[in-house]
């Protein structure tokens, strides 16, 4: 079974840009959601996606949105970059987290190889 | 989101040797995760734990939920040099949603 999987593994822009990153998820999963990794902050949710819903959002300014598809991959946008956004963004995917009732006490994340982002 | 405490921040070690890392947190949580993050790499799911006091563990790898749901600790058992890496713990509850708290790493150095 394929892994989560992340594009571009790797891309440069300069501030005042705009990125768009691409996830697909593992085969089956439904629920996907996004991290940001930085030396300084560590590993910081943005938000959570379940049948093409944002469920959960994190502390993230409005440049940071996302959105997913009826096949559930899904993607993250950031406009007007900022130097502080250069990062590594992963995607995870969960298999659990139907919607509606009580949190359920399942949902591994598994996550993607993520997309190095630096802003010039 | 919650903080959570991971300690120890780096580890030294040789190649052998038993390995211990813990995560404390001020929330309780029903659920515990640890992952593995190598450089370049996104991280690997090692043990997830769901009740308090489970104890569970993966090859070499023991991972326990503490009784009073703050607490999490990973042992990793006669350590070699693939081990090297960053540990992550993270946790859920109620109050976080969907999304999952990390620990800041700890970094393991495992020499030959």
């Known amino acids: 079974k394929a892994g989560v999987t992340q594009t571009p593994r790797y891309l440069i822009k300069t501030r005042g840009q705009q990125v768009t990153l691409s996830c697909s998820p593992i085969s089956g999963h439904r629920s996907v959601s996004w991290y940001q990794q930085t030396p300084g902050q560590g590993l910081q949710f943005l938000f959570e996606?379940?049948?093409?819903?944002?469920?959960n959002k994190g502390n993230f300014p409005g440049r940071f949105s996302g959105r997913q598809f009826s096949n559930s991959r899904s993607e993250m946008n950031v406009s007007t970059l900022e130097l502080g956004d250069s990062a590594l963004y992963l995607c995870?995917?969960?298999?659990?987290?139907?919607?509606?009732?009580?949190?359920?006490?399942?949902?591994?994340?598994?996550f993607g190889e993520g997309s190095r982002l630096t802003v010039l | 989101g919650q903080q959570l405490n991971q300690s120890p921040q780096s580890m030294f070690i040789q190649e052998g040797e038993d390995v211990s890392m813990n995560c404390t947190s001020s929330?309780?949580?029903?659920?515990w995760l640890w992952y593995k993050q190598d450089p370049g790499e996104g991280p690997v799911l090692l043990i997830a734990?769901?009740?308090?006091?489970e104890l569970t563990s993966n090859g070499r790898l023991t991972a326990q939920f503490g009784i009073t749901r703050k607490d999490s600790f990973l042992n990793i058992s006669a350590s070699i040099p693939s081990d090297v890496g960053i540990y992550f713990c993270?946790?859920?509850?109620?109050?976080?949603?969907?999304?999952?708290?990390f620990g800041k790493g700890t970094s393991l150095l495992v020499t030959p």
């Open positions: 993270a946790g859920r509850n109620s109050n976080s949603g969907y999304a999952l708290n």
């Open positions: 929330s309780i949580f029903n659920t």
């Open positions: 995870a995917s969960s298999l659990a987290f139907s919607s509606g009732g009580a949190l359920p006490n399942t949902g591994e994340l598994f």
């Open positions: 996606y379940f049948s093409e819903t944002q469920r």
């Open positions: 734990l769901y009740k308090a006091g």
